[in-house]
């Protein structure tokens, strides 16, 4: 007798991609590499975005560079995924810096998201779903501390409502710090009256000149942590895939973030995989707007291109800091620069060009990315595989297909690779003034032939001459 289990559309794609694709990603409460989205075929997948009080810098490139390559790794292997980044447009760094400037505080912040909106499409961020506004989600704040509230989670003082710390035992898990090493920075007349010195604020009292809403405790302002969670489980509920931030917010927000979804799910797993970015530095110093010692994108933005800017951040390990130099976008441009002439070289491939084995080249690149993402040795591979089609006199039509499929498709989640310009000079005529150039060489006619060398060069052909003749390429 034969008992038939139907399954979902979706139960059995979800099936058919567990046994096809999986990656691991190094989880930084356990401190072990979990599998991420085991549970749902559908991927959520939540990343801290900005407090946009100032203009976007490089360090925030960094960060959202490599979540963008992530995401868009996942979707190249057939996973679906769904990126929620939030965007802090409401916050005491933003009323700061209203009040110094003369400005109206949400008038700023839009301003700012504007320009951050305008540095992720320049970087080619754009694997983002939704942008969430934190003043978008006033009531979803309020219902969450109202939750809390009724669990006895939350307490009153003179400035506004707080979170208390104490009744869950595992605060600091994330940090990794017992008690008696956590340390907030609370101004020392509300530390007198806080139950807890880690306890944090979930609501802000009106202030006269600050923005405020009408909340059951008074009007007044979200706290920064609630901000977030309000954010995160309105949109995913009781469970998400994969929890990702720069690790300067490591603690206490994300910590503050892991407390509150404790409390109001009774779970410590409502994200199973929490991951950070390194750190980028100038002279071994974080980069940061309150040090002032940042890099604007702006300045970055007229100087390289965003293959370049994404290839000297792919180029690192995501989780490691490190230390920004112009060097880098130098080395960068001329690495990427020989990857694109190795790309066009595969359109001149013959019957009778060499083989090569384009295959492993993809399965060792595929290897390495589902261990934690490592772009570092994905481009390496890429730049291995250029080296082999550049020694090679041409490829064979096999070789040259696969080989530019694979450029093609790494290209979707790395972005490395620019696009080819619009053609000026058509490719035949190239050729034929390339011809007349070493005819006019041949009868030692040189200004003749440094003539064309130099209207070809304005038009932006490049060439090398060798032992097998010249070789061109477009700029």
């Known amino acids: 007798m034969t008992i038939w289990f139907p399954l979902k559309y979706n139960e059995i794609l979800f099936i058919l991609q567990r046994h096809a694709y999986t990656v691991k990603l190094k989880d930084e409460i356990s401190g072990k590499y979990v599998e991420i989205g085991n549970y749902s075929p559908n991927l959520k997948i939540y990343v801290c975005g900005p407090t946009v009080y100032d203009k976007p810098h490089l360090g ?6 490599a979540y963008d390559a992530m995401v868009k790794y996942m979707r190249h292997r057939g996973r679906s995924v769904f990126y929620l980044q939030n965007i802090t447009d409401i916050d005491d760094k933003i009323i700061n810096r209203a009040l110094e400037t003369g400005q109206d505080p949400l008038a700023l912040s839009r301003k700012y998201t504007l320009d951050y909106m305008d540095a992720m499409k320049y970087a080619g961020v754009d694997s983002v779903n939704y942008y969430a506004m934190a003043t978008h989600h006033i009531k979803d704040i309020i219902k969450q501390i109202k939750r809390l509230e009724k669990k006895g989670f939350t307490y009153t003082l003179p400035d506004g409502v707080y979170f208390r710390v104490w009744m869950l035992k595992n605060y600091g898990r994330l940090k990794h710090q017992s008690p008696e090493e956590q340390k907030t920075g609370a101004r020392a007349k509300v530390a ?3 139950e807890d010195q880690r306890d944090f604020v979930l609501w802000k009292f009106k202030k006269e000149g600050e923005p405020s809403w009408r909340s059951p405790w008074g009007e007044g302002r979200p706290g920064w942590h609630i901000e977030d969670t309000a954010i995160s489980l309105s949109f995913f509920g009781s469970r998400f895939d994969l929890h990702g931030a720069g690790r300067d917010l490591l603690f206490p927000h994300n910590e503050a973030e892991l407390s509150i979804m404790t409390a109001l799910k009774n779970s410590e797993n409502v994200c199973p995989a929490w991951s950070y970015t390194g750190m980028l530095k100038i002279n071994g110093e974080k980069m940061s707007k309150s040090l002032n010692n940042f890099i604007p994108v702006d300045d970055v933005m007229q100087k390289y291109s965003r293959e370049e800017v994404r290839y000297a ?6 989780p490691t800091d ?10 960068s441009r001329k690495n ?3 990857i694109r002439r190795s790309y066009e070289k595969l359109e001149k491939h013959s019957q009778k060009g060499a083989s090569v084995d384009v295959g492993s080249y993809r399965e060792l690149l595929y290897r390495n990315m589902d261990d934690d993402f490592n772009t570092r040795i994905a481009i390496s591979i890429l730049m291995e595989l250029a080296s082999e089609i550049m020694k090679a006199n041409s490829l064979d039509s096999e070789s040259a297909n696969e080989a530019k499929k694979l450029f093609d498709d790494a290209n979707t989640f790395l972005g490395i690779i620019p696009e080819q310009k619009e053609k000026g000079i058509p490719e035949q005529s190239v050729e034929s003034l390339l011809k007349l150039r070493e005819l006019l060489r041949k009868k030692k006619l040189y200004p003749e032939s440094d003539a064309i060398r130099e209207a070809l060069k304005n038009a932006g052909i490049i060439m090398e001459d060798g032992g097998n003749g010249t070789e061109w390429r477009r700029e």
């Open 313 to 318: 951040f792919l180029s690192s390990l995501y």
């Open 336 to 338: 990427i620069s020989y």
């Open 322 to 331: 490190l230390d920004f130099s112009w060097n880098m976008l130098e080395e």
């Open 192 to 194: 007198e009256l806080k």
């Open 60 to 65: 925030h490139l960094r960060t959202y560079v």
